[in-house]
């Protein structure tokens, strides 16, 4: 008697994820193209999905992570102005919660 139910379950999972918040994610997965993500750590992440759930867990390939950093400045000098940094990533692990929003790649 449960079956039933956890077919409907899965039909409702995949049918938000096709049209849901989610189907950024889904698109990048099935079409292999780059999503830039916005993390709570105040980096940036430009990458491809490999693979995803509900909680925004993600597999990443083929990352550019990209921040700004302030240089310290000594006594007396002048204020050091802001340097954009970058690095590629391989393979990665993102969890969800430190994910703030993610965009498709407007190619």
Known sequence: MSRPMEEDTVKNEEEEFNTGPLSVLMMSVK???QVLIN???NKKLLGRVRAFDRHCNMVLENVREMWTEVPKTGKGKKK???VNKDRFISKMFLRGDSVIIVLRNPK
């Open 80 to 82: 050091a102005f802001p």
């Open 39 to 41: 993390c709570r750590n």
């Open 31 to 33: 079409n292999n193209t």
